[in-house]
């Protein structure tokens, strides 16, 4: 639907038909095995997603076969991952090496789940471009190998201070989506994908809805396509320099056209999410960021400041926010 709407249906066919697989290449195996980190998008039990992050000393993730994953890390403390993570269940990630800009996705289904991680089964696999990564360096923290250890969780159903100032400032976020119709067994499947932009791209409507534009990609459509058969999505935010973690479930919606989204250069559609469930976690990632640079790509992007009716959005977001 959504390839259509935008009229590449038939180039991205005949690419996926080369791209997508039902296995991991040598080299993707490889690439995870040498990562610190690995995004994962599950859905809970009630049909919610949510995003989380899996942390760990490169060689964490070993591959036995070409289509079979094992993940030697337990999630984090406060993560969702720890009640959705189950025998049977589906499952996405995404692989991001962030100082080349290299990423890989998957999906599959949880093989099984043992106390130091898990293992999945492969269903598909496929490379992604750098499009609108930042470059970051990553060291890995003092307590990387230690127990996932109780951190301050923070819980409702509403952004407060600190999560608002974590989303409005981020350059980077990453957003599980899933199909789950059982009448469509072979397409059924759970996502996570990776969206940048400036600092500021992110903007808070009210303390439970913020928006973001959605730019150029590789036309997949797999974020897109999913919220458009069910409108639910899970968020992750990271805080690179506190290690604070934002997870965020609940509602979202594609605005293909309108005022906002002519207003925001390099804009395609909007992504609006409405929060039912938010969980902030402080100090929970084991692992410092350097920055390095912007993707080159930003510089064709706009941002709400520049490109919208500032005094009118401002006044807005305020008078929310303090409702």
């Avoid at 997949?220 to 990271?238: D, Q, S």
């Amino acid at each position: 639907m959504a390839q259509e709407r935008m009229d590449v249906r038939d180039r991205v066919e005949r690419l996926s038909r080369r791209s997508v697989r039902d296995h991991m290449p040598d080299q993707h195996r490889d690439f995870y095995g040498a990562l610190p980190f690995v995004l994962v998008g599950t859905v809970d039990g009630e049909g919610w997603p949510w995003a989380s992050i899996v942390p760990g000393r490169p060689g964490f993730i070993t591959s036995p076969d070409p289509r079979t994953l094992d993940i030697g890390a337990p999630p984090l403390h406060g993560d969702p991952l720890r009640g959705t993570l189950k025998g049977g269940v589906h499952i996405g990630l995404l692989g991001i090496e962030p100082h080349t800009r290299r990423r890989n996705r998957m999906t599959g289904r949880v093989a099984s789940v043992r106390g130091d991680g898990f293992t999945i089964a492969v269903n598909r696999t496929f490379g992604n471009c750098t499009q609108y990564i930042q470059t970051r360096s990553v060291e890995l923290g003092p307590d990387i190998d230690g127990p996932r250890r109780e951190r301050e969780v923070f819980r409702s159903d509403r952004f407060d201070d600190d999560v608002c100032r974590i989303v409005e400032r981020t350059d980077t976020l990453f957003v599980a989506s899933a199909h789950l119709d059982e009448n469509e067994p072979d397409a059924q499947g759970a996502d996570v994908s990776h969206r940048g932009g400036k600092p500021g791209f992110v903007r808070i409507e009210d303390r439970r809805t913020f928006a973001f534009p959605d730019f150029s990609g590789n036309n997949h459509f797999n974020t897109v396509g999913n919220i458009l058969l069910n409108p639910k999505a899970g968020f992750l935010f990271i805080d690179f320099e506190s290690g604070d973690l934002v997870y965020l479930t609940g509602d979202a919606e594609i605005v293909w056209s309108g005022a906002e989204v002519d207003g925001f250069r390099g804009a395609q559609r909007l992504i609006r999410f409405h929060a039912e469930q938010v969980i902030r976690v402080a100090n929970a990632l084991p692992l410092r960021f350097a920055f390095g640079e912007y993707s080159p790509l930003l510089k064709e992007t706009g941002s709400w400041e520049l490109d919208a009716d500032t005094g009118e959005l401002k006044a807005l977001r305020h008078k929310q926010l303090r409702q």
